[in-house]
């Protein structure tokens, strides 16, 4: 084999600054060759070793009574009692999905539900958090069509129900837009699958879709800022087949069925390479691959396109002596390959065959030893405090809160989820739209209440108080439903790591994250990290995506947003100050306005208050409930009226100016449907507990209105909120 000569250029293009491949030279005690390069690039990349981020993610909470598994495995897994475990985890897809966003979110989609069954767990539902552009982006609209249609495509094909999620617009995200991706599976708590690979001799075996060239260095370039030249990546966005993965999920819960399997791994970011240096590095042992073996879709390819491929579908295991024969009749009766590749070693290198020749032979531990950085970070400087008072009020309450609701962040998203199958497997109690999804377990009358999402412009203005926020509105979702929270996933979007400013916004949303998971007994039990995504120096949004799951007992106690009827008390619970700082009010009414502080986080007040709320719904005390987060109270009581299709008359008093009452943003608060005959008994609750609760209003009507004034129809309302996002996609380009 005619060894490429390694030059500055090559070692650039593979993403090393030259520190870095004086490194690899020095680990290996030589120069490497081309194909051992590419593997050094792909584990050495931001997006499979974490360089730049490893250290801070310590300080996470990562353990609790249910934890089975935190980090470090596919995905977290959470004891929910009865013999059964969850298994969730949420990634990005954002780079693939900018350059090619069909494929780039479908392949999200395929990805993140591999990382959930390859430990065993069946999916039972998706969700995703979603951040675009500025709506009148020359590109935006077809951005959102192709994310939207994969993200459907793919997990309506696997027929798991895309169940939630969010949405939002904002010009940070106009060179780069974000798609997180969620799934939660269940399986049973003894029968979970690792990963670390055991037993010298033992085969590993390859099954699924061939290998082709699509994908190669896509770990790589996910781990590289976007310049004016982004499109020429396009052939490192993979390509999915959602009827493979649907065959694959199943042979692989046939055969882990049986005891056949040592340890499992599917083939995400960085392909064969990282599948194999992971489930090796894991087990302490060493790996051999005969690539010739593997199973290909085009002719003539290299070792080191072999191994860099990131064509989807694919799973590596780790069989048991003797128990390949059964594994095979299992995947061909499914229609799909099967390779006895390469065998388990103790030589703790990974060797690699090709052609009779031996093409890579590199020590595990140099490959998994990559920089770790402690880059320099600078604090986000505090903003001044920004009064109610100095923000100018409207003129009407009810013309204003039609302008929020048919706005592009608050508007229905309905057009989305309806282009998913949200209802698929039968199980979906609570459809997209409110706080929470709830999915039934199956045989159960218990549920998962599941939830996905971030406020960014909270970050980006404090990026301590945007991760506590992040993580108690997680938490205030979860509870708003009537469930236990239990645990989080997140996806952690940011700029580039190596400007001290977007390391500082990390640091920050770390510690922030830390506080809040610490004192809501919320531990992350997965996650990811998404970094460089910017384009030409213009990053986006700091945008902690926080997944989170909680679980409801008994669901005949459990409750939605929507106002069940006339005649109800509207209780709110938690204090108002009025917090207008970084609000959608300053935003959308106020001339672009983004200034001003996000809303202080009291975790105490989250945790005490939550906890109340929560054992009133089990209590059987609330009709219907809504956490209060964007947009404050008037547009949570609006997506109430909306959702039951009934209005309500509020009455507001006090010393907080009208529309800062309306509109503020305050945290830790909820409104409640009441009825009449149990309101007392909720007020003493509340008093003795020591949470402030005050009765708003009253249920009825076809209008919303606020002390018998400021009045809009919900007609009204309906239109403006149901209205913007078809109107958006249908607009002529």
């Not at 499992?264 to 990282?274: E, K, P, R, V």
């Not at 099967?338 to 020749?357: N, P, S, Y």
């Not at 229905?412 to 282009?419: F, P, T």
Request: proline share 7%.
């Amino acid at each position: 084999m005619t060894a490429s000569p390694i030059t500055p250029d090559i070692i650039a293009a593979h993403g090393f600054a030259p520190d870095e491949y004086q490194n690899v030279e020095r680990l290996l005690g030589r120069t490497p060759n081309i194909t051992e390069l590419g593997l050094f690039s792909v584990m050495w990349s931001e997006h499979c070793s974490y360089k730049s981020s490893k250290v801070w993610l310590r300080r996470l909470p990562t353990t609790g009574p249910r934890v089975i598994h935190g980090p470090g495995e596919n995905a977290g897994v959470v004891d929910i009692g009865e013999g059964l475990a969850v298994i969730f985890k949420m990634e990005s897809h954002n780079h693939p999905s900018y350059i090619e966003p069909f494929q780039g979110a479908a392949t999200g989609v395929g990805g993140i539900m591999r990382d959930v069954f390859t430990m065993g767990a069946r999916p039972i539902a998706n969700l995703n958090v979603l951040r675009f552009g500025r709506p009148d982006h020359p590109k935006m609209r077809h951005l959102v069509s192709g994310v939207v249609s994969g993200i459907g495509f793919y997990g309506n094909c696997m027929g798991v129900p895309t169940v939630g999620g969010e949405c939002s617009f904002h010009p940070a995200y106009d060179g780069n837009i974000l798609v997180n991706a969620m799934t939660v599976g269940i399986a049973p708590a003894d029968r979970i699958f690792l990963s670390a690979a055991a037993g010298i001799g033992n085969p590993v075996v390859y099954v699924g879709s061939k290998t082709g060239r699509d994908g190669i260095h896509g770990a790589t370039m996910a781990s590289a800022e976007f310049d004016e030249n982004s499109e020429e990546k396009r052939p490192t966005v993979q390509v999915g087949d959602p009827f493979i993965e649907k065959l694959l999920l199943e042979a692989c819960l046939e055969l882990m069925a049986t005891d056949a399997i040592v340890a499992i791994q599917d083939m995400g970011a960085a392909g064969l390479t990282s599948s194999s240096v992971e489930m090796a590095s894991k087990g302490g042992v060493g790996i051999e691959l005969v690539l010739d073996n593997v199973p290909q879709r085009e002719r003539g390819m290299t070792a080191y396109e072999m191994m860099l491929s990131e064509s989807q579908e694919r799973m590596l295991m780790i069989l048991k002596p003797g128990r390949e024969p059964q594994a095979e009749e299992i995947f061909r009766r499914w229609g799909l390959d099967f390779a006895v590749i390469g065998i388990i070693t103790d030589t703790q290198h990974i060797v690699l065959k090709h052609k009779g020749e031996v093409v890579a032979d590199v020590p595990l531990e140099a490959l998994g030893e990559p920089p770790l950085y402690t880059r320099p970070h600078e604090p986000t400087p505090k903003r001044a405090p920004l009064a109610a008072g100095d923000v100018p009020g409207v003129e009407n309450l009810g013309t204003a809160l039609a302008t929020l609701m048919g706005g592009p962040d608050l508007s229905s998203k309905r057009w989305i989820w309806e282009q998913y199958d949200h209802l698929v497997m039968g199980h979906t109690l609570q459809r997209p739209g409110g706080d929470s999804a709830v999915v039934r377990l199956p045989r159960s009358n218990r549920a998962l209440a599941l939830t996905a999402d971030c406020t960014p412009r909270y970050c980006f203005a404090d990026p301590v108080e945007g991760g506590r926020q992040a993580v108690a509105e997680s938490w205030r979702n979860i509870t708003a439903v009537g469930a236990q929270p239990l645990a989080i996933t997140d996806c952690m979007n940011f700029g580039n790591p190596q400007r001290p400013a977007i390391m500082g916004q990390f640091v920050g949303a770390i510690d922030g994250m830390a506080e809040a998971c610490t004192a809501l007994d919320y531990p992350v039990v997965s996650g990811n990290v998404s970094l460089y995504n910017e384009t030409s120096g213009q990053g986006v949004l700091p945008t902690p995506s926080i997944g989170g799951v909680g679980l409801i007992e008994d669901l005949n106690r459990t409750v939605g947003i929507a106002l069940p009827g006339p005649g109800l008390n509207l209780v709110l619970v938690g204090e108002t100050a009025g917090h207008l700082g970084c609000s959608l009010y300053l935003r959308e009414l106020c001339g672009g306005r983004e200034d001003g502080p996000p809303p202080p986080v009291d975790l105490g007040a989250e945790r005490r208050n939550g906890d109340f709320v929560r054992g009133l719904i089990q209590g059987g005390s609330v009709r219907a409930c809504h956490d209060l987060s964007d947009g404050g109270l008037l547009v949570g009581v609006a997506e109430m009226a909306l959702a039951g299709k009934v209005g309500a008359a509020l009455t507001l008093e006090g010393a907080v100016p009208l529309h800062a009452q309306a509109y503020g943003e305050d945290q830790a608060r909820y409104v409640l449907a009441v009825d009449h005959a149990r309101l007392a008994a909720v007020l003493d609750a509340a008093q003795a507990a020591g949470v402030p609760a005050q009765v708003i209003g009253t249920t009825g009507g076809e209008a919303l209105t606020v002390n018998g004034a400021h009045g809009v129809s919900l007609a009204q309302l309906r239109q403006a909120h149901e209205g913007w996002f078809p109107a958006f996609m249908a607009a002529a380009e």
